[in-house]
C-alpha cells in the first residue's frame, strides 16, 4: 500500500513559481514510477510528469517541459514537482499519483496509477 500526502499549492502571481510536495508513506518504492497530474473543473486529470523512483529517469507532458521539474529525495520519501513560469491556465487541482513500473505505455495514462494524494489546489491569478 502507498499513501500519498501532497502539499504545497496557493496563489501565485503569472510568471511566479512554486514548488509541490508529495510524501509517500510505503514500505518499498522500488520499481515505482511517481507521477504528477492537474485536474481543472469539468475536465479530464491531465498528466504532467514522472519519475522513476530508483533510477531517477523521467518523462514529461509536452505542455509543462521547460517550466516544470519533478524531482525527488529518496531519504525522506518525498516528491517535488517545480513550477516556473506559472500562467493563468495552470490553476487546477494537483495531484501526485503512484504506479508500480509495467510497461513503459503506462507511464502517461491516468488509469495505470492507482495510488493517488488528495489532491492541492494551484491558482494562478493576479
Known amino acids: 500500500q502507498v499513501r500519498l500526502v501532497e502539499s504545497g499549492g496557493g496563489l501565485v502571481q503569472p510568471g511566479g513559481s512554486l514548488r509541490l510536495s508529495c510524501t509517500a508513506s510505503a514500505k518499498d518504492l522500488t520499481n515505482y514510477y511517481l507521477g504528477w497530474f492537474r485536474q481543472e473543473p469539468g475536465k479530464e486529470r491531465e498528466f504532467l510528469a514522472t519519475?522513476?523512483?530508483?533510477?531517477?529517469?523521467?518523462e514529461y507532458a509536452d505542455s509543462v517541459k521547460g517550466r516544470f521539474a519533478i524531482s525527488r529525495v529518496k531519504a525522506e520519501n518525498t516528491l517535488y514537482l517545480q513550477m516556473n513560469s506559472l500562467k493563468p491556465e495552470d490553476t487546477a487541482v494537483y495531484y501526485c499519483?503512484?504506479?508500480?513500473?509495467?510497461?513503459?505505455?503506462?507511464?502517461?495514462?491516468?488509469?495505470?496509477?492507482?495510488?493517488w494524494g488528495q489532491g492541492t489546489q494551484v491558482t494562478v491569478s493576479s
Open positions: 499519483a503512484a504506479q508500480l513500473f509495467q510497461r513503459t505505455s503506462d507511464l502517461f495514462q491516468r488509469a495505470a496509477y492507482n495510488h
Open positions: 519519475i522513476y523512483w530508483s533510477g531517477g529517469s523521467s
